[in-house]
């Protein structure tokens, strides 16, 4: 499986931006797509995650402000933030687990999200 993130950028603070993420390869065998993020010294974070029937598991940061969505015929995850706040700034890398023999993660390359006070 292959992840392509896009639609990182600078916005400020109270803005919007949306990700996108769209996956390639052998599909079928993802389970759930997450997006996670990692600010300069921290440890990287589940933002939000979606699985294929639609449920939708989100961090408690970003709670009311964040929506996952997911395309199933697209093979694409969105992840709609709104009223953006310094503290969300932070690569942001999709995700994909997949079951087939086991578990297993799959990571995009990540995109840079700056949100300026």
């Known amino acids: 499986v292959q992840l392509q993130a896009s639609g990182g950028g600078l916005v400020q603070a109270g803005g919007s931006l949306r990700l996108s993420c769209t996956a390639s390869?052998?599909?079928?065998?993802?389970?759930?797509m997450a997006w996670y993020r990692q600010a300069p010294g921290k440890q990287r974070e589940l933002v939000a995650a979606i699985t294929s029937d639609g449920l939708r598991n989100y961090g408690d940061s970003v709670k009311g402000r964040f929506t996952i969505s997911r395309d199933n015929a697209k093979n694409t995850v969105y992840l709609q933030m709104n009223s953006l706040k310094s503290e969300d700034t932070a690569v942001y890398y999709c995700?994909?687990?997949?079951?087939?023999?086991?578990?297993?993660?799959?990571w995009g390359q990540g995109t840079l999200v700056t949100v300026s006070s």
């Open positions: 995700n994909a687990a997949t079951i087939g023999a086991g578990w297993v993660d799959y």
């Open positions: 390869g052998n599909v079928d065998t993802i389970n759930h």
